[in-house]
């Protein structure tokens, strides 16, 4: 995440080389050449890591053809930087400390980005100890030169340092410092960084310390890098912020929002082809399809994350790095040992050819034997090699007898499980309202025959959290839309749960009042399931209509029953408390409404309100949801039900949808 801030900082070499105009000797047009494939590099720095890498070796061929020094590093770092992009993290070492070694002989000043990217490349391949060593370095380097980019650098390369280590208030502490100096020195690529840096900091502290309130810290510093980087369009730093929001929007159960967040980050990376965070991505987006309980899409997306770790853990890079960091951090001892060697080769040659006889006698003696004994081991070997194989082949055939197995085996649980869940939902359908109960209660009786209700039902999976509830007692008529608890499985268990106490309400305990019916449902509640603190229970809205008297007395925890009349839409009041246990556990209110030939009532939960769609994947919310039921309440409840269904799926699109939907209205005779 922070190599990023390193490859900005480089541009301060460049300004300090083109002071030293080495390149004065070269003709024109090569100095020329050299500018514009440098110009290139930077191009395609965030676009192509390819193109990057054509133009740094077309760079570095000129730059050593006509010998420009300046023109060496930059096209040295610049390898580095392509070769970073490529997870190819031996050979951007190499180049990087060939930059070093000219900036520390030849200029003695602008290596301290060099540290930086050095240190960057040690963190990635796990060699703590060294990245820190070098972001000291870095750190002290750049305030003695003042380039406070570099130094910027430096500090969110350290804050990366102390994340790996566990170390999150030290992380929080040295960016704060970042934040200021960035905001100071006007410095608005690190101030976007940093931001981006505290963000991914806090969140760690929420999840350490279990401190879900932490989430608006993270919020707003991630809401304020976004603002920075839409200001200055810079495309550097945005993916990382999309990949945070992605996580704490499944932290927080949005998974429509989380969603659309992990698609930018897994697009910005695979962009900028930067290794490390695409296989960041495409292991949360596995773990929230998970979550979701698309398994299919979360093992195909956790195949593509195992290929890439693999290559990105490869063992040729994890080999050589030790070899490379001891070939260039010994070059000084060599080059004070190479006197020395020079004044003994004479000597060393004189024996060597007195020797040279003798060696070649007992060489050609020990190779026969070693030949001989070459020739029996290669048949050995090949006579096990076929033993081997045959033993393999056989495993091989056993293994996919046994894949094959399990795959039935799990073909066979999957759709007894489909089964069961499918006759659930014969049983939760057989105990919402049924149709005849509403006709008889809610149709007018005219000549038209026309419906005067409509029941507009859209679960999310399945079975369904949502439910419509309906008995007639004693003339009154009662009707319950509700929201219980989660959906899929576990919302329909909730559901069963919550019809079962509203019958028992009025039809055994014969309990008239609809506040008094909610009271009851929620003491039943809390008793049954909320021993351990659980908050599980249901909004809705519960009325009880007197159709002589056109009047209705109704009790709403937190949803809200809305009344069209004289095209004029409101919004009647409502508890905003569950039913079930919460914050607030005051008894529930009884409101009562007069109602008039032609008004039409709607009850509905939030289902429809909260769906993700549109043309920037955002809810649909209330306010239109109203707007459109009052713009079609004057058509038939039949017109209207294939309206809702038409603005919905065109508003939905090819997003999932993510809750039950339920609308009722009634039109009053």
């Not at 993270?218 to 304020?224: C, E, K, M, N, R």
Request: aromatic share 12%; proline share 1%; with cysteine.
């Amino acid at each position: 995440m922070l190599g990023k801030g390193n490859t900005i900082t480089l541009l301060f070499v460049i300004f300090f080389l083109g002071k030293n105009n080495l390149c004065a000797q070269s003709p024109v047009h090569d100095t020329i050449l050299l500018n514009e494939y440098n110009n290139l590099c930077h191009k395609y720095e965030d676009e192509s890591a390819d193109s990057l890498f054509k133009y740094a070796n077309l760079q570095l061929e000129l730059a050593i053809r006509v010998n420009s020094t300046p023109h060496k590093v930059r096209a040295y770092t610049n390898l580095g930087v392509a070769n970073s992009r490529l997870f190819k993290f031996n050979d951007a070492l190499v180049n990087y400390l060939k930059a070093r070694k000219i900036l520390e002989t030849t200029y003695n000043a602008g290596v301290s980005p060099i540290y930086g990217q050095i240190g960057y490349i040690y963190l990635r391949l796990y060699r703590k100890e060294e990245a820190y060593k070098y972001f000291k370095l870095q750190q002290q380097a750049s305030l003695s030169e003042k380039n406070y980019k570099s130094y910027l650098g430096s500090i969110v390369n350290l804050a990366d340092y102390f994340n790996t280590q566990g170390q999150v208030d030290s992380t929080i502490a040295i960016l704060d410092i970042g934040l200021r100096v960035s905001r100071k020195h006007g410095i608005r690529h690190f101030e976007v960084i940093i931001l981006d840096n505290l963000a991914n900091a806090y969140y760690a502290l929420a999840q350490e310390t279990n401190d879900r309130k932490l989430f608006s810290k993270v919020q707003q510093y991630a809401d304020t890098a976004l603002t920075l980087h839409f200001q200055d369009s810079d495309s550097t730093a945005i993916y990382y912020i999309y990949g945070l929001l992605g996580a704490v929007n499944k932290d927080l159960g949005n998974y429509g929002k989380a969603e659309l967040y992990y698609q930018q980050y897994i697009s910005y990376s695979e962009r900028t082809s930067d290794i490390f965070n695409l296989k960041i991505a495409l292991e949360e987006f596995s773990d929230l399809y998970a979550l979701k309980g698309n398994y299919k899409m979360a093992y195909q997306l956790r195949l593509r994350y195992d290929s890439i770790n693999k290559l990105y853990l490869g063992e040729v890079a994890s080999q050589q790095v030790e070899e490379l960091n001891t070939k260039y951090g010994t070059e000084k001892k060599e080059q004070q040992n190479a006197l020395l060697k020079k004044q003994n080769e004479l000597s060393v040659r004189t024996i060597k050819q007195q020797k040279l006889i003798s060696y070649f006698i007992i060489s050609a003696f020990v190779l026969s034997l070693l030949f001989a004994f070459f020739m029996y081991r290669v048949y050995k070997q090949k006579k096990i090699a076929h033993h081997l194989i045959y033993l393999q082949k056989e495993e091989v055939e056993k293994k996919q007898i046994e894949i094959e197995r399990q795959k039935h085996v799990i073909e066979g649980k999957q759709k007894e499980i489909l089964d069961s869940i499918n006759y659930a939902k014969r049983i939760q359908y057989a105990l919402l309202a049924s149709d005849d109960l509403l006709k008889g209660n809610l149709e007018l009786a005219d000549s038209t025959g026309r419906s005067e209700f409509m029941v507009y039902f859209k679960p999310k999976d399945i079975v369904s959290g949502d439910f419509y509830w309906a008995a007639e007692q004693e003339g009154v008529f009662y009707l319950a839309v509700c929201d219980s608890t989660g959906h899929g499985v576990p919302g329909a268990f909730m559901s069963l749960l919550n019809i079962g106490f509203l019958n028992e309400a009025v039809r055994e305990k014969k309990i008239k009042y609809p506040d008094a019916i909610f009271n009851y449902v929620r003491d039943r509640l809390t008793n049954s399931i909320s021993g351990e603190g659980q908050k599980d229970g249901m909004d809705g809205v519960l009325i009880a209509y007197h159709k002589k008297e056109k009047r209705i007395e109704y009790s709403a925890a937190n949803n809200t029953v809305v009344l069209i009349r004289d095209n004029k839409i409101f919004e009647l009041e409502k508890d905003r408390m569950p039913v079930g246990k919460g914050e607030n556990e005051k008894p529930f209110q009884s409101f009562e409404q007069q109602l008039m030939s032609g008004d039409v009532l709607y009850l509905y939960t939030d289902g429809y309100a909260d769906q993700f769609g549109g043309p920037k994947g955002k809810k649909f919310k209330y306010k239109p949801l109203n707007a459109l039921l009052l713009e079609n309440s004057h058509k038939s409840m039949d017109s209207q039900k294939d309206t809702l269904n038409e603005v919905l799926v065109q508003w939905q699109g090819n997003l999932e949808q993510v809750d039950d939907i339920l609308i009722i209205g009634i039109r009053i005779a």
